[in-house]
C-alpha cells in the first residue's frame, strides 16, 4: 500500500456534483485513488506541502494531433483557411515517420501536462513511412499521461475526388485491420485504464460513407468509442450538402455514429435539430475553441448545446491550428467565445473549469476521473496561487479569468508527472532537442 497527502491547500475546487470546494483542506491519496478529504489528515506515506495552492481534478483533453507539434506556426498554413490549410501540411505530414510520431507525441505531452491536464485524447489518422499508433501509445507511456489514443484513417484521395494527397490514404480493409490489430493490443475497459483505444475515420470528407458505417460496427463490437470531425465549419456544411444530399447530423445518425460512445469534434456548425439529436442520443461533442478562432471557423453553440443537455468536453485540438496547445488556457477561451456571442452571463469560470474536467470525463466514457471525490482516480492538479498572476484574486475563480496558466504539480493515478513546474517523467530538455532537429529536417526537405 502507498499513500500521498497533500496538505493544506488553499482550496480544493472538488468538481463533486455539488460543486463544494474546500478551504484549508487535505487530499490523501491511496494506491492511485483519492482515499480522504479533509482538515488535519494523517499518513505514514509522503507529504506534499499544497498551502498557497489551488487544487482541481486534473483537466480532460477531448480532442488533439499531437503528432502536428512538429507543424507549428507553418508559413503557407498560418492565415489559410481549413481546407487550403489542410493542403498546405498534407505533404508536409506525408514525410513523417515513427520517430517523427513518437517525439511529436512527447512533446505535445509535456505541454499538455503543464497546463493542468492529466487525460488526453489524440487522433491521429496519418501513418507515413511505418508509422504506427503504437509510437504515440509509446511516446505516453513513459510520459505518464493517462491517454485515448484513436485509430484515424483518411481513404479518399485526390484521385478519388478527396482532399489528402494519395499517399496519405490507405486501403479500407486494411484500415479496419489495423484498428482490430490496435484495439486488442493496447485497449483497456478496466476503471483506472492508462490506455483506451478508440476507432477514428478522419472526417467524412476523406473517408468513404462504407468505411464510416463499418468502423461504427466495429467499434460496438469490440466496446471502444467512435470519434470523428463534424460540422467543423460553413465549407464542412456545404460538402455535406453537395455530397451526401444532407447536413452533417442526419449523415452521422445515417451511419451510427450517434451515441453515448461517439464524440465528434467542433460541432462549429450544429442547428437546432442537430443539438437536439446529440441531446437526445448522449452524443458527446469536443468544443475545441482556440483552434475555431485560429481557423475562422466560427463560435460553436455551446451554451445552446449545454442548455440542452449535450456532453459537451474541451479540446486543444492540433498544435498546426493551435499553436499553443494549454488546456486551462482553452477553459479561458471557451468562456471568452460564448460570452462574445451570448453576454457576459453566458458562462461562469466555474462552468468553463467543469467542461474542462467533469465535461471531459464524461464525453470520453469515464466514470472514474475528473472530480476530486473518495474512490475517484487521483488524478490532481495543484495550481500555485501565490505568484504574481494571481496576485490580489478574490476567488478560486481566478483559476480560469486570471492565472496561472501552468501547473506546479500533476498527479496521474497517484504518480507524479510535474513537480515545482518541471516534468519529472522524462527529459523535457532533450525531447525538446529531439523535436526541434525533426522539425529543421523536414523543414529542410520542403
Ligand atoms: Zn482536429
Not at 512538429?70 to 492565415?79: C, Y
Not at 504539480?409 to 510535474?418: K, N, P, S
Request: glycine share 10%.
Amino acid at each position: 500500500m502507498t499513500e500521498l497527502l497533500l496538505r493544506g491547500a488553499q482550496c480544493v475546487v472538488t468538481m463533486d456534483d455539488a460543486g463544494s470546494e474546500h478551504a484549508t483542506c487535505d487530499i490523501l491519496i491511496r494506491d492511485g485513488v483519492i482515499a480522504g478529504i479533509g482538515r488535519g489528515l494523517a499518513t505514514r506515506g509522503d507529504v506534499v506541502d499544497v498551502a498557497g495552492c489551488v487544487v482541481t481534478p486534473g483537466l480532460i483533453n477531448t480532442h488533439h494531433h499531437l503528432y502536428q507539434s512538429l507543424t507549428r506556426a507553418v508559413p503557407g498554413g498560418q492565415d489559410a483557411l481549413l481546407f487550403g490549410w489542410l493542403q498546405t501540411l498534407y505533404p508536409i505530414w506525408a514525410r513523417f515517420g515513427p520517430e517523427d510520431m513518437f517525439v511529436s507525441t512527447q512533446t505535445g505531452l509535456i505541454e499538455m501536462a503543464l497546463s493542468g491536464c492529466t487525460t488526453t485524447a489524440d487522433h491521429l489518422y496519418l501513418f507515413p513511412n511505418g508509422a504506427r499508433l503504437d509510437d504515440t501509445i509509446a511516446a505516453a507511456a513513459e510520459v505518464g499521461l493517462r491517454f485515448h489514443p484513436t485509430r484515424g484513417a483518411m481513404s479518399i484521395g485526390v484521385s478519388d475526388g478527396g482532399l489528402p494527397p494519395d499517399v496519405l490514404v490507405e486501403r479500407e480493409a486494411a484500415i479496419l485491420e489495423d484498428c482490430i490489430r490496435v484495439i486488442d493490443a493496447f485497449h483497456d475497459p478496466r476503471p483506472g485504464a492508462m490506455v483506451r483505444v478508440g476507432v477514428a475515420p478522419c472526417s467524412p470528407f476523406s473517408v468513404s460513407r462504407d468505411l464510416m458505417r463499418d468502423a461504427a460496427l466495429l467499434a460496438r463490437d469490440k466496446g471502444v468509442m467512435l470519434h470523428t470531425h463534424l460540422a467543423e465549419n460553413d465549407e464542412d456544411v456545404a460538402y455535406s450538402l453537395a455530397k451526401f444530399g444532407c447536413r452533417p447530423g442526419e449523415y452521422a445518425q445515417d451511419l451510427g455514429w450517434t451515441g453515448p460512445d461517439v464524440w465528434h469534434a467542433h460541432c462549429v456548425k450544429l442547428d437546432a435539430a442537430e443539438i437536439d439529436l446529440f441531446a437526445r442520443s448522449g452524443t458527446g461533442v469536443a468544443h475545441c475553441p482556440c483552434s475555431n478562432c485560429r481557423l475562422g471557423s466560427g463560435i460553436a453553440p455551446v451554451r445552446a448545446m449545454l442548455d440542452a443537455g449535450v456532453n459537451v468536453g474541451l479540446g486543444v485540438d492540433g498544435s498546426a491550428s493551435n499553436d499553443a496547445a494549454n488546456l486551462i488556457g482553452e477553459a479561458r477561451q471557451a468562456m471568452l467565445l460564448q460570452r462574445v456571442s451570448q453576454g457576459a452571463d453566458a458562462m461562469s469560470a466555474r462552468a468553463a473549469l467543469r467542461l474542462a474536467t467533469r465535461g471531459g470525463a464524461r464525453v470520453l466514457g469515464r466514470d472514474d476521473v475528473g472530480q476530486i471525490v473518495p474512490g475517484m482516480r487521483a488524478d490532481l492538479a495543484v495550481w500555485d496561487v501565490s505568484g504574481i498572476e494571481a496576485a490580489g484574486s478574490w476567488d478560486a475563480a481566478a483559476l480560469v479569468l486570471a492565472g496561472p496558466t501552468r501547473v506546479r504539480d500533476l498527479f496521474v493515478e497517484g504518480r507524479a508527472v510535474v513537480r515545482d513546474g518541471q516534468v519529472v517523467t522524462v527529459d523535457t530538455g532533450a525531447v525538446i532537442a529531439r523535436q526541434n532537429m525533426l522539425a529543421a529536417r523536414l523543414a529542410e526537405r520542403a
